[in-house]
């Protein structure tokens, strides 16, 4: 319960806040006394060192009204600004928990929250609400109309606000707060459920400076909203936290057993988180033993007591409250506990349940009233009598450690609560014998023979506590250890065994206890002999006619030392026996035989004790040599493709032939013959042979032994044959024609004569042998069969494959060739008619007048083309084609066209010069032209608005002064080139029409510039200086209203242009 109200207080402390609580009855505290004033305050003792005494505490500074507690004049305070820090909110958390588990339960204690000041319900008394009592069995009753009324009070007074900080100094600062804003809220919705006012309310500041203990001091308790705290430490971080009213206590722990007899139980209890209030007494109640109601039996302050009289083994349920002056705590959680019986009765004695050579295994039965058992074991060899070698609660113990083969005494007594039993009566058990230690090493007795020897051994030093019942001897050849010996004695004969072979023996012994360790091993090795019989040597590939080459292998015991040598005896056809061999090699060659002979080989083998016995002889017949090398073969052509070959039998040198060899090759060279025959005939039809070709052939006879020499090499010539068959042969078509194309084939020793082509039922023969040749006069669109065969000196070849191929189609007829446009530099061609459905390409051509050929100026599908750029009066030749996908057609006939004359150039705009009120003079650019004929230009005038041009000028200046000309009328001009030929005028194109309007009917008569441009040079008018006229086109008087307005507004432009130019410049 400390721990709980710790962790409580270090939530509080985490922010600084303030304790308020209801008054009981009007209370005649007002706002805390200043300094220096004479008021008794109440004394809280336990204030830590360094804070002032209570009198030094003021809730206002010096010369602070004090409030009323009617009417409170503090503004209300900012909003509290409450931080955790990671411990604090671990705590927080932690007592949420907790709260949420007693909520569940169904406690009777209320939540923090539900509390108005950390008092129940029955401590408001004064606001008409029912109080809770306590009942005589210890239930709480409560009435359900109180509820709705306790939650409204727990919120309305839960809603204060955190106190603030002002007026912080290094020794003093000054605390203000608010009443709980629920409450007037409550006032202003005029709620008749409570009725609280401020001045029911007195509030209570705790301070604790930052320590670890962080133990929280009253420093003031009153109604006012205000409190200074003065004396405080510079640098020292306080906390005020809210502390809640006393309350019942916490509900305390189930008391503890202490002692107990028979009789009596005596009872401690820790102590209780007394919630603000001191503990006045303790309730203890208890069932009496009956499983009935509980019973209360003590009430005082003590936390112990002991209950007499009771009944032995009685099992008792106890339950404990504790009482404040609040009220009484919620009962402890129930505890049994039972008084003593009596002790246990003598127990059977421990019975062996195994036993090995340093262990007992012992086992006892369990009884239902024995809790803990005690073992004691005697050993007679130590003297020291029974001593505790088990204390437990098991029916079972393993003594561990003892000595193998001895004996051994036990005893066995119960315990429970009521008391210790006597000891069971004495029982004695012995452990198992261990086994013996290893035997010495054994070693050998007497001399080693080759097969056979005789060892001996200790007996080991250590028989574990039984006698030694056998011997076990095992020896060891490298293939694992074997048994040669079992018994008693402790020594044996080792027989049958190999000579010169290595063994190691060990002996090991058993007894009642068990088999011991092997003893260290013994190594000997028996007498060799000479080696065994070698196998009956064997021959290594086919024997020679000159020599013969026999292995062997190693004989399968080498008598018990290593082979030094093998010993080879040989016996010839004669009956003589010779030694062909002598060394460690398993394998010899035997040179010096004669072919076809039977040879006898036995072989030994032989040692440092000396040879061992023959082998079994194997029988050898040498080779046979190779045939001598055969006669010069003989050759008979049989046709210009087929050689018949036959030679002679030659001497087979001790083995009969058993095939031949021939080989053939077009030249003498030794490289280029290759088989064609291997078999046992001596003759042979070579076939497929090329005509007029000489071949080259030799043979060789091959028996058992090999093959002979080659014989010399025979040679002949085939005759000539009819040309071989045309390939490869190819096509070129025409519409009228078709080109063949062919390569000679092999003329076979005979020159060409001709070649005879097939086409249809026709056969065309060619002069001379050549290897193309037009077939003329044919058939356009039409297919052909084509076969052809070449001809020479002996006869005529073979006709070749049939060659399919057909003649073109006719190309298309060129078409007429018009002229539909004459121009002086271009002429416009047409021919055909309709549409080119079948997109035939045409091409038209024209002469160059220089070079006499003709180029292309047009190619495509169309049916007309303009060709530009040409000359005037100039005539052109032109031809054309067609063509398709079957070929070009032929040109047409030339056509000779003739271009038109040129007209003069067109004219820009006239240009006025001088505008007065009845003339002006215009000016133009002359035309500029290619030819070399006059040009005269002729000038017309018209009234704007009527349009109707009459011609005022001819001439070939390009100047003109128009006279008679209306003051203040608007006229339009232009005017046209006219280019004076042989064979007359030609007019060209009018220029551009000049609008302009003469001057207005007045003594001083202004020039108007109508043109566009103001880069055309100006004329004087009537010998005036240029800058007289200038002035006059500015004067006010004389110039219009609107050409003023349009002056202005370029004056303007070119000003702003020049300003924009500078700043930009500037910039």
């Known amino acids: ?205 705790l301070l604790s400076d930052k320590s670890k203990e962080m133990k929280f001091k009253s420093i003031y308790s009153g109604a006012s909203l205000s409190c200074r705290i003065q004396d405080l430490k510079p640098g020292q971080e306080y906390s005020v936290c809210l502390q809640h009213p006393p309350c019942e206590p916490d509900q305390p722990q189930p008391p503890k057993l202490i002692h107990r ?63 404040n002056d609040v009220g009484r705590s919620p009962y402890s959680d129930p505890i049994v506990y039972c008084t003593y019986d009596n002790p246990p009765t003598q127990p059977s004695p421990p019975t062996l349940v195994e036993a090995t050579v340093q262990s007992l295994h012992l086992q006892w039965n369990r009884r239902p009233k024995d809790d803990e058992y005690t073992l004691q074991m005697n050993d007679p060899k130590t003297k020291y009598g029974h001593m505790n070698v088990y204390n437990g609660r098991d029916n079972f113990h393993v003594c561990r450690s003892l000595a193998y083969f001895s004996e051994y005494t036990f005893r066995l007594r119960t315990r429970n609560d009521d008391g210790t039993s006597p000891w069971s009566e004495e029982v004695t058990y012995r452990t198992l014998p261990d086994r013996p230690a290893r035997p010495s090493k054994p070693v050998v007795k007497g001399r080693i023979h080759a097969h056979s020897f005789k060892l001996k051994w200790e007996p080991p030093s250590d028989t574990g506590g039984a006698e030694i019942t056998r011997y076990i001897l095992e020896v060891n050849s490298g293939s694992g250890y074997e048994t040669v010996y079992s018994g008693i004695e402790t020594e044996a004969v080792c027989d049958k065994l190999t000579p010169g072979t290595t063994y190691q023996l060990r002996v090991s012994c058993i007894s009642a206890g068990g088999c011991s360790n092997y003893s260290d091993p013994c190594t000997v090795t028996t007498d060799a002999i000479s080696p065994g019989q070698c196998a009956a040597p064997r021959l290594v590939g086919k024997p020679k006619s000159s020599s013969i080459t026999v292995r062997w292998t190693e004989p399968d015991y080498n008598g018990g030392a290593p082979v030094l040598d093998y010993e080879v005896e040989m016996a010839s056809p004669d009956s003589s026996r010779a030694m062909v061999h002598k060394s460690k090699e398993v394998e010899c060659t035997v040179t010096g035989v004669s072919p076809g002979c039977d040879y006898y080989f036995v072989v030994r083998a032989v040692n440092r004790i000396g040879p061992g016995s023959w082998s079994e002889p194997l029988k050898v017949t040498s080779g046979a040599a190779p045939p001598t090398a055969p006669e010069i073969p003989t050759l008979q052509c049989k046709s210009p493709f087929h050689i018949y070959v036959e030679w002679q039998e030659p001497p087979s040198n001790g083995a009969p032939v058993a095939e031949y060899r021939l080989e053939m090759s077009p030249d003498v060279d030794e490289d280029k013959f290759h088989g064609i025959y291997q078999g046992p005939q001596a003759n042979y039809d070579v076939k497929g042979l090329n005509p007029f070709h000489t071949y080259y052939f030799r043979v060789q006879a091959g028996n058992s032994a090999g093959f002979s020499l080659y014989s010399a090499v025979a040679a002949t010539i085939t005759p000539a044959a009819p040309p071989s068959t045309v390939t490869n042969l190819r096509s070129e078509s025409t519409p009228t024609s078709i080109t063949l194309y062919w390569n000679h084939p092999a003329d076979n020793g005979s020159s060409f004569v001709c070649y005879n082509i097939e086409i249809g039922d026709k056969i065309i023969s060619t002069e001379y042998p050549v290897n193309e040749y037009t077939i003329a006069n044919l058939h356009p669109d039409t297919h052909y069969k084509i076969k052809i065969q070449a001809v020479n000196g002996v006869a005529a070849g073979s006709f070749s494959s049939t060659l399919r191929t057909s003649t073109l189609r006719l190309p298309p007829i060129a078409p007429k060739l018009e002229c539909v446009g004459i121009g002086h530099n271009y002429l416009k061609l047409k021919w055909g008619d309709g549409k080119n459905t079948d997109y035939i390409q045409y091409c038209v051509e024209m002469e160059n007048t220089r070079s006499h050929e003709y180029q292309c100026v047009y190619k495509g599908t169309a049916l007309s083309c303009k060709v530009n750029k040409l000359h005037e009066t100039t005539p052109y030749k032109f031809r054309i084609n067609a063509s398709n996908d079957a070929g070009i057609g032929d040109y047409s006939h030339d056509y000779v066209f003739t271009t038109s004359i040129a007209p003069p150039a067109v004219l820009k705009i006239p240009k006025i010069v001088e505008v007065e009120q009845k003339s002006c003079t215009l000016e133009w650019v002359p035309s500029k ?91 004087s008018h009537r010998g005036r200086p240029f800058y007289h006229s200038v002035w006059q086109m500015f004067t006010f008087r004389q110039f219009p209203d609107e050409y003023c307005t349009y002056v202005y507004v370029v004056l303007v432009m070119l000003a702003g242009i020049v300003i924009s130019l500078g700043i930009a410049s500037f910039l």
């Not at 005649?28 to 008794?40: E, L, R, Y």
């Not at 409560?142 to 603030?164: N, Y």
């Not at 009430?299 to 009482?323: C, D, E, I, N, W």
Request: net charge neutral.
């Open 1 to 205: 319960m400390e721990t709980e109200k710790n962790e409580r207080l270090a939530e509080e402390a985490a922010a600084i806040k303030v304790r308020m609580a209801m008054n009981p009855g009007p209370t005649n505290k007002g706002a805390g006394p200043g300094n220096g004033t004479n008021q008794s305050q109440q004394f809280y003792p336990g204030l830590p060192t360094g804070f002032p005494p209570q009198h030094f505490h003021s809730n206002i500074q010096p010369g602070h009204p004090v409030p009323s507690p009617t009417h409170l004049g503090h503004s209300p305070p900012p909003n509290p600004t409450y931080y955790k820090d990671e411990r604090t909110q671990r705590q927080h958390i932690k007592l949420k928990k907790k709260l949420h588990d007693k909520q569940q339960k169904g406690d009777a204690l209320l939540p923090r929250k539900e509390l108005i000041n950390g008092l129940k319900r029955a401590t408001i008394k004064d606001k008409g609400m029912n109080s809770v009592g306590t009942s005589e069995d210890g239930e709480e009753s409560s009435v359900p109309d109180e509820e709705d009324s306790f939650q409204i009070i727990t919120d309305i007074l839960s809603s204060v606000q955190a106190p603030k900080v002002s007026e912080l100094s290094s020794r003093s600062a000054l605390l203000q707060w608010a009443p709980p804003n629920r409450l007037s809220e409550s006032a202003s919705n005029d709620s008749q459920e409570v009725d609280i006012s401020e001045s029911d309310l007195r509030y209570e500041v």
């Open 261 to 323: 007899t028979k009789n009596s139980l005596q009872l401690r209890w820790n102590n209780v988180n007394d919630n603000g209030s001191h503990i006045l007494h303790y309730l203890l109640e208890y069932d009496e033993g009956k499983g009935g109601d509980f019973v209360e039996f003590h009430k005082s302050r003590g936390k112990t007591h002991t209950l007499q009289k009771l009944q032995p083994a009685t099992a008792y349920k106890f339950r404990l409250a504790a009482v």
């Open 929 to 1019: 032209n290619q030819f070399s004929d006059p040009v005269v230009y002729q000038v017309q005038l018209a009234r704007l608005k009527e349009q109707a041009f009459r011609q005022i000028y001819k001439a070939s200046e390009a100047k003109c002064t128009i006279e008679g000309l209306e003051g203040g009328v608007e006229y339009s001009a232009r005017v046209c080139p006219i280019r004076i030929t042989a064979g007359g005028e030609l007019p060209g194109p009018y220029s551009p029409v000049l609008n302009f309007s003469t001057s207005p009917a007045e003594p001083t008569a202004v020039s108007k510039l109508s043109s566009p441009s103001t880069s055309s040079p100006l004329h």
